[in-house]
C-alpha cells in the first residue's frame, strides 16, 4: 500500500486536540472548525498530525468508505491519536486480515445484542434498577449519583450479560479505570493484558459450565478462551463508562430542561425520545478511535493520504445544523434523530440495543421515583475528567 510520511510535528501550527478536563454540555472550541470545512487538519493530543472530520454528511459518508479502516501499513510509526495500548491493538497490519476478524467478531458478537434478547433481559435489569435507585433514596443528600448508581448499575449488567463472576465486578471496573486513562502529561495507560486475562480465565470455566452470556456463546462457537477474553474486554471497555456517562449527562441535561422531565414522567412514551436526544447531544466533541485511509481520499477539496490518521467527532456532528434543526435545542420530540453516536453502516456499534435499554430503565426508575432529582451543584462547576478516553464525571452529586 502506497504510504507518505506525515511532515514533523513542528512544521506547523494546527488547532491542537485535548483530552484535558472540560465543563459538560458547553458548545466546544473546536465548533468552528465545524464552520470552517468539513474536514480538518489538526494536531492529536500525541502530538500527530490528523484529520478531523466535523460534519453529519462527512462522517456518514466516511463510515461508509471501505477505504478508511483500522489498518496502517507500519502500526508502530502509524500517527496517533493517543498513547494506549488498547488502541494501539486495535490497528492491523494486514488490510484483508483487519476485514475479516472485524466482521468476523461482529458476527461472534451481534447475535448477544438483538433487540428481542435486551427485551427478555429488561425486567431483570428494571428490578436491579429499582432496588438501586431505592439505596440512593435512602442516602443522605448530596448523594454522588455516578458512584452509587450510574457506574455500578452499568458494571453489574454488562458484567452479567458477559458472564463475569459477580466476585470479578470490582477488579474488571478497576482495570478498564486504568486501561481507559491517558496522561495529558505522557500520554501513557495500563495495557489491557490482565484484563483480558482475567477474562480468559472465565471463559475456561464456561467450557465447563456455560449460561446464556456472552462468553459461554463465544465458547460454543469455537472461539479459544484467549481471544474470547479480548472480544468480553472489548465490549466491557466499550459499554460500561459510556453507559454511565449517559446516565449521568441525561439527568443532567432532563433536570436543566423541566418541561422535557415532565413529559417524560406524564407519559412513558416519550422514553425512546428521551434517549436518543440525550445520545445526540450529551457530548459536544470528542473524536472516536482512530481510523487510517489506507488509499487516497478526495473530499471536500482535500485529499486525505493513504496512511493518514482520520478522526471521526460524531459529537461535532450531532450538532450540525446542516443535518439538524435546531441542534442546540434539547428536545426529546426530535424526529427524526439521526445521530452518529453509534456510528453508522459497517462501524454501527453492536452493542447499541443494550445502551438503549439501560438508559431508558435508567431514566424511567430514577424520575418516577425521584422526580425532582437534580445536580446539588451549579452546572458550570461539573467538569468531565482529564487523561480519559471516555471523558467521564469523575462524580455527580445529586439532591431531589
Not at 119 to 137: N, Q, S, Y
Request: with cysteine; glycine share 8%; proline share 8%.
Amino acid at each position: 500500500m502506497p504510504f507518505t510520511p506525515q511532515e514533523p510535528p513542528e512544521s506547523r501550527e494546527l488547532p491542537e486536540l485535548s483530552t484535558e478536563a472540560q465543563p459538560i454540555l458547553c458548545p466546544s472550541r473546536l465548533e468552528g472548525l465545524r464552520e470552517d470545512a468539513p474536514v480538518c487538519r489538526v494536531r492529536t493530543p500525541a502530538g500527530d498530525e490528523a484529520w478531523l472530520v466535523t460534519r453529519h454528511a462527512e462522517a456518514k459518508r466516511l463510515m461508509n468508505d471501505e477505504r478508511v479502516d483500522r489498518y496502517h501499513p507500519d502500526p508502530p510509526a502509524a500517527p496517533k491519536y493517543i498513547k494506549n495500548p488498547l488502541v494501539d491493538m486495535l490497528i492491523g497490519d494486514d488490510l484483508e486480515d483487519t476485514r475479516t476478524g472485524r466482521a468476523r467478531s461482529r458476527s461472534l458478537l451481534t447475535p448477544n445484542f438483538t433487540a428481542r434478547r435486551m427485551e427478555r433481559l429488561r425486567p431483570k435489569v428494571e428490578a436491579l434498577a429499582g432496588a438501586m435507585v431505592e439505596d440512593l433514596a435512602a442516602r443522605e443528600r448530596p448523594v454522588d449519583l455516578h458512584a452509587h448508581f450510574s457506574l455500578p448499575f452499568s458494571l453489574r449488567v454488562i458484567c452479567e450479560l458477559i458472564g463475569v463472576p459477580e466476585d470479578d465486578w470490582q477488579r474488571c471496573a478497576t482495570l478498564l479505570a486504568r486501561i481507559g486513562r491517558t496522561d495529558p502529561k505522557d500520554g501513557t495507560s495500563t495495557g489491557p493484558e490482565a484484563l483480558f486475562a482475567l477474562l480468559g480465565e472465565v471463559a475456561t470455566r464456561k467450557r465447563q459450565e456455560p449460561d446464556e452470556d456472552v462468553l459461554s456463546h463465544l465458547c460454543g462457537a469455537g472461539v479459544p478462551d484467549e481471544h474470547a477474553g479480548m472480544l468480553a474486554g472489548g465490549v466491557l471497555f466499550a459499554g460500561l463508562e459510556s453507559v454511565a456517562t449517559h446516565i449521568d449527562l441525561g439527568v443532567v441535561l432532563l433536570s436543566t430542561n423541566p418541561d422535557q422531565r415532565d413529559a417524560v414522567i406524564k407519559d412513558p412514551a416519550v422514553l425512546g425520545g428521551v434517549v436518543e436526544e440525550v445520545l445526540r447531544s450529551a457530548k459536544r466533541a470528542g473524536a472516536t478511535l482512530p481510523r487510517y485511509a489506507n488509499e487516497d481520499i478526495e473530499i471536500d477539496d482535500v485529499t486525505i493520504r493513504a496512511g493518514d490518521l482520520v478522526l471521526l467527532d460524531f459529537g461535532l456532528a450531532n450538532f450540525d445544523e446542516r443535518a439538524f434543526d435546531a441542534p442546540e435545542a434539547f428536545d426529546v420530540g426530535r424526529s427524526p434523530n439521526r445521530h452518529l453516536t453509534f456510528g453508522h453502516g459497517m462501524w454501527h456499534c453492536t452493542g447499541a440495543p443494550l445502551a438503549r435499554m439501560e438508559l431508558s430503565t435508567a431514566f424511567s426508575v430514577l424520575f418516577s421515583r425521584l422526580p425532582e432529582l437534580r445536580p446539588a451543584v451549579p452546572v458550570d462547576e461539573l467538569w468531565t475528567q482529564g487523561g480519559t478516553m471516555i471523558g467521564a464525571l469523575a462524580e455527580l452529586p445529586v439532591t431531589w
